[in-house]
Structure formats: structure tokens, C-alpha cells
């Protein structure tokens, strides 16, 4: 699916509609410190077998999120396309 570099949404700070400017997010890597991360290093560890729930069936695509970056002040905020999609990409249509 084709997305728009640019696009009018919503800006709390601003508190009107302006002009946003899209970028692709990329999620970063997990904290090694998190209590949650330290828990799984601490489950794996002996012979418990299997610790955790596999799933069996998982989800084949993800929905698309863009970080919006206002172009009057700088704000910036998540931009979610709400259906599950294989492919997005980002051409200015002018
Ligand atoms: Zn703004």
C-alpha cells in the first residue's frame, strides 16, 4: 500500500490541524535490565523443560506504524493504519 510522506492530522500541542510529516518505526531492543527480561534469563536457566506458552498459529503480517512529526512545533506521535498489511510504502503524491 502506498502511504503519503505528508498528511493533515491532529497535533495536541497545537491543539489544530496541521501539516505531519511520516517516518517508518522501528521498534528498538529490549531492555537487559527490565524485570520481565530478567525473569526469562532466570526461567531458562536448569531443567524446567518448557517454561513459556507456545503459540501455535501466529499473525503473518503487522499493522503499519509511522511516527508523525508536527511541522509547526515538532511533536511528534504514533500514526497507526488499523488492518494487518504485507507491505507500505512511503511516495509523496504532489
Ligand atoms: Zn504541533
Known amino acids: 500500500m502506498n502511504v503519503p510522506k505528508e498528511i493533515?492530522?491532529?497535533?495536541?500541542?497545537?491543539?489544530?490541524?496541521?501539516?505531519h510529516k511520516l517516518k517508518h518505526f522501528k521498534p528498538g531492543s529490549p531492555r537487559a535490565l527490565a524485570e520481565g527480561q530478567r525473569k526469562n534469563v532466570r526461567k531458562k536457566k536448569g531443567y524446567k523443560g518448557?517454561?513459556?506458552f507456545t503459540a501455535t498459529i501466529k499473525k503473518q503480517n503487522k499493522k503499519p506504524t509511522f511516527?508523525?512529526?508536527c511541522?509547526?512545533?515538532?511533536?511528534?506521535?504514533?500514526?497507526?493504519i488499523p488492518k494487518r498489511m504485507k507491505k507500505t510504502e512511503l511516495k509523496d503524491t504532489s
Open 8 to 19: 493533515k492530522d491532529y497535533c495536541v500541542k497545537c491543539n489544530a490541524h496541521t501539516q
Open 50 to 52: 518448557k517454561y513459556q
Open 67 to 69: 511516527i508523525a512529526e
Open 71 to 80: 511541522s509547526d512545533c515538532g511533536a511528534k506521535h504514533y500514526f497507526v
